[in-house]
């Protein structure tokens, strides 16, 4: 099975700061990799798919780069409706999965 | 646009079965895979199983594989997932997904 590794686990920042997370795959995934964002109590919304590509409707605050074994999402002008947790998801091989999550919190 | 509304979560005891439902709306049904994804309590994503468009391609996770079963019918738009020998780590709120998009999900509790 791919392993998905995330970086960091948690992070807290402020209003309007950029934030990075990074994904990692044990293996060469291509481009197949999507992020996802949960809200607590919420199911998860796919943001980025492809590594790049923007779900329709979200916001292009949101971004995503990488492929191969290294992707990143990067959120810019970080706001309160962003804080959740940030999964990413590799859909190259079954059995699909997904790093550990991202838990992003504000100072 | 794309509606998942999976219904059939129930506090049953290990060793006990239980069917869940998924009724898709706004797209074609027959004409996209699906999935099924889990998440326990305070924990991760797991993806639980995958079945192509017409039914005959159906793969799953190791920790369900034997005792879980994937099912489709295109004339209902309906997705279903049976499950047997349930366990205490089976507990979980479990999702229907078509492609990257996922319903609200329906909670299993496994519970003695």
């Known amino acids: 099975d791919i392993q998905m590794t995330q970086s960091p686990s948690s992070l807290s920042a402020s209003v309007g700061q950029r934030v990075t997370i990074t994904c990692r795959a044990s293996q060469d995934i291509s481009i197949y990799l999507a992020w996802f964002q949960q809200k607590p109590g919420k199911a998860p919304k796919s943001l980025i798919y492809?590594?790049?590509s923007l779900q329709d409707g979200v916001p292009s605050k949101f971004s995503g780069s990488g492929s191969g074994t290294d992707f990143t999402l990067t959120i810019n002008n970080l706001q309160p409706e962003d804080l959740a947790t940030y999964y990413c998801q590799q859909y190259n091989t079954y059995p699909w999965t997904f790093g550990p999550g991202t838990r992003v919190e504000f100072k | 646009q794309v509606q998942l509304v999976e219904s059939g979560g129930d506090l049953v005891k290990p060793g006990g079965s239980l069917r869940l439902s998924c009724a898709a709306s706004?797209?074609?049904?027959?004409?996209?895979?699906m999935s099924w994804m889990r998440q326990a309590p305070g924990k991760g994503l797991e993806w639980v199983s995958y079945?192509?468009?017409?039914?005959?391609?159906?793969f799953y996770a190791d920790s369900v594989k034997g005792r879980f079963t994937t099912s489709r019918d295109n004339a209902k738009n309906s997705l279903s997932l049976e499950m047997n020998s349930l366990r205490v780590e089976d507990t979980a709120v479990y999702y229907c997904?078509?492609?990257?998009?996922w319903g609200q999900g329906t909670l299993v509790t496994v519970s003695s």
């Open positions: 079945i192509s468009l017409g039914g005959d391609t159906i």
């Open positions: 997904a078509r492609g990257l998009s």
């Open positions: 706004g797209f074609t049904f027959s004409e996209h895979y």
């Open positions: 492809a590594a790049d």
